[in-house]
């Protein structure tokens, strides 16, 4: 069984947003801004069983797959830099 995700395509699908709280705005018209996702709108593997919430635990994985998988991105560019340079005789 394949246990790899399409850590990217997933994050592609989160919507990062500004927003307010209506209670703290009905109390404070400049109420401070928050930055986060809308859980509606998040899919599904990232959201609580009603959806109305965030499965904190799941986005923390899905970050850290995404650092991993940019990490590998890295690697790679460094080692075709590296090969290109010498190709230049630069190292």
Do not use: W
């Amino acid at each position: 069984m394949d246990n790899q995700l399409d850590v990217l395509g997933i994050l592609s699908q989160v919507n990062v947003v500004n927003y307010r709280y209506k209670t703290e705005v009905a109390e404070d018209l400049n109420a401070p801004v928050h930055i986060g996702f809308i859980a509606d709108d998040t899919p599904p593997l990232l959201s609580s069983k009603e959806q109305n919430g965030m499965a904190t635990g799941d986005c923390i994985g899905l970050l850290l797959g995404i650092v991993k998988e940019q990490q590998k991105q890295i690697a790679a560019l460094q080692a075709d830099v590296t090969g290109l340079k010498k190709k230049l005789g630069e190292i």
